[in-house]
């Protein structure tokens, strides 16, 4: 049977519904964080910040499975293969009676949806190219982001009326009404003649392909600073809010105001872009990103934790830039690797993922009293950015100098 789809439309909307279920298994999880680590005994409450940071070294890992899988196999049967590691992973949070049993389900959920997660953005690089897909990518990234708004606000519900193991329910019941929505409506994006002989090789290759880009490897090491310094966010926003401000209850509706800068800044870019272009985008927003925490460390680091409208506005602001700067970026590492999307959208998430855990491990080691270390965090991990901008800017400048002086040479 061949799948025909509408619109274009539909295709964003599929592609934001698999990008949503990792942002479910996380954001929905937030309000419950402190319920089950007392239900699993957790004594140190630093600790609670595993049961975020964790999912994120299976997602990193995954992806050098589920990518290459999906350049030989196809993407939609890997992304369902993904998918029944997730259910059998939430089988085992449901069930786990102590940190370490939840961990493990933890990173194997990573795993899981790991395949949905990056084989969307291969899907999208299967369709489009340029900026036109960054302009597709901000669309499925905004709608995606509607997810984040809601989820803590839904996990809190499911949290008061059926307990926290309803949480993981949920993610077990949506997922399998996106995967067959998946099944029904969304064509294979990958070409018969573009599929690659699965092999060890294959990985190999592209991997060596990758090295050869040096936009694709800066900005995926650009990723992973700016991914670093929001995970550290993700996993310590319900401590600071609930135990630093003792906002509890108001908890959800913060994190959705918050989740909204990064909807907004997304929904602007899908139009931008096309105006004003990636690369140009990337730069203004990675110097707010990193103005912004320079400011807030120069007015705060004296004292304690500002008002809590004062510290809403700074993380505004500072999810405001990111939002600009996650698609848009990964957009650009995409860019020149078109021909192995697959393996390239693995290596793009793995590193960028594997460098943010143990960033987000480090800031998250900081806080304590005071939402300081975490701003820290982000100007230290923009700066960082910033400087492979300007590297990456006079590298490219230099080989086209160099091209030019060969090319008359030749003649």
């Known amino acids: 049977m061949k799948i025909k789809q509408k619109s274009e439309f539909e295709f964003i909307a599929i592609m934001a519904s698999l990008m949503s279920l990792v942002a479910l298994a996380i954001d929905a999880l937030l309000p419950a964080i402190k319920d089950i680590s007392i239900a699993l005994n957790v004594v140190d409450q630093h600790n609670n910040q595993l049961l975020i940071t964790m999912i994120f070294l299976g997602l990193g ?43 493990v389900g933890r990173i194997l959920q990573g795993i899981g949806i790991s395949a949905p997660r990056t084989i969307s953005i291969a899907m999208v690089r299967d369709r489009f190219e340029g900026n036109y897909m960054a302009k597709i990518m901000s669309f499925v990234v905004a709608i995606f982001i509607l997810v984040p708004v809601i989820a803590p606000a839904l996990g809190k519900i499911l949290l008061n009326l059926y307990g926290w193991k309803a949480i993981f329910y949920f993610q077990m019941f949506l997922g399998l009404l996106i995967m067959f929505w998946l099944w029904k409506r969304q064509p294979e994006t990958l070409k018969p003649k573009d599929k690659k002989k699965m092999k060890l090789s294959l990985f190999i290759d592209g991997t060596k392909e990758f090295l050869k880009h040096k936009n694709a490897v800066i900005f995926t090491i650009f990723s992973g600073f700016v991914m670093g310094s929001f995970i550290v966010y993700l996993s310590a926003s319900q401590y600071i809010f609930e135990q630093q401000y003792g906002l509890k209850e108001e908890f959800p509706f913060i994190f959705a105001c918050l989740s909204m800068g990064i ?18 985008l990337v730069k203004i927003f990675t110097i707010i990103f990193t103005i912004n925490p320079l400011v807030y460390i120069l007015l705060f680091s004296q004292t304690e934790n500002p008002s809590i409208y004062i510290i809403i506005i700074f993380f ?36 960028s993922t594997m460098m943010a855990v143990p960033i987000a491990s480090l800031i998250g080691s900081f806080l304590d009293k005071e939402a300081l270390p975490l701003f820290f965090g982000f100007f230290v991990c923009g700066t960082i950015s910033f400087l492979l901008i300007i590297y990456l800017k006079y590298h490219n400048k230099n080989n086209s100098l160099k091209a030019e002086v060969e090319l008359p040479a030749n003649n």
């Open 61 to 103: 890992s995954g992806q050098l499975i589920s990518g290459p899988l999906s350049d030989s196999l196809g993407r939609k049967p890997v992304i369902y293969l993904g998918f029944i590691v997730f259910l059998i992973a939430s089988v085992i949070c449901v069930f786990a009676t102590n940190l370490e049993t939840m961990i």
């Open 263 to 280: 909807g907004l800044a997304t929904f602007f870019n899908g139009t931008l872009v096309i105006k004003f272009g990636m690369e140009k």
């Open 316 to 351: 505004w602001i500072q999810f405001f830039a990111f939002g600009f700067l996650f698609g848009n970026t990964r957009a650009l590492a995409m860019q020149p690797i078109g021909h192995i999307a697959g393996v390239g959208a693995a290596i793009n998430g793995f590193v």
